[in-house]
């Protein structure tokens, strides 16, 4: 399910692929991938021209039709493909490192987009959450550690200001509670 604004207000909206953005709106994205049928995660089979045939020269190119941009349709369908390929995790900790690498292939690095007036349009941080664990995983940009809290009866319950966590540099999962 996703929240979208349509007309004068925000709509709860079943989404069957799993995957969101930002603009445009999802029945768009959802024609769109109609685009992306070719693609798979093997690669082509050979393919006779005349006298000559033709054969796959690599792995990938069941995904040569990936676009590779960053505008919002372009990492849908990135986003998109990656997660109906991806194989189902075992555990949490394979879930949290698998959906980092489908976001890694959806993330917008410094100086790739730039605004009008010359800033830079970049994913600042990619977040998970994990309702059976009640955790939220994040990666910042400047410190690919990952991070999670965990939100405790007593935290929820408890807890009246905003709490800060330090966070570490050592490139590992760190529990901050």
């Not at 100086?111 to 009008?116: I, Q, V």
Request: proline content about 8%.
């Amino acid at each position: 399910m996703i929240i979208e604004p349509e007309g004068h207000g925000l709509h709860l909206i079943n989404d069957p692929v799993g995957v969101m953005t930002n603009t445009p709106n999802l029945d768009w994205h959802l024609k769109n991938l109609n685009n992306y049928l070719n693609l798979q995660p093997m690669p082509f089979p050979e393919r006779q021209y005349s006298h000559y045939t033709a054969h796959a020269f690599s792995q990938g190119t069941g995904t040569q039709a990936l676009p590779g941009g960053y505008t919002p349709p372009q990492r849908f369908v990135r986003a998109a493909y990656s997660r109906q390929t991806m194989p189902q995790a075992q555990t949490a900790a394979d879930g949290v490192n698998a959906l980092l690498h489908m976001l890694d292939n959806v993330t917008i690095p410094k100086g790739a987009n730039l605004e009008s007036d010359g800033q830079t349009d970049y994913t600042q941080y990619q977040g998970i959450l994990s309702l059976d664990e009640r955790a939220y995983y994040f990666v910042n940009y400047t410190n690919r550690t990952v991070y999670r809290t965990t939100m405790t009866d007593e935290l929820i319950q408890q807890q009246t200001t905003p709490v800060i966590y330090p966070a570490q540099s050592q490139q590992q999962s760190v529990p901050l509670n």
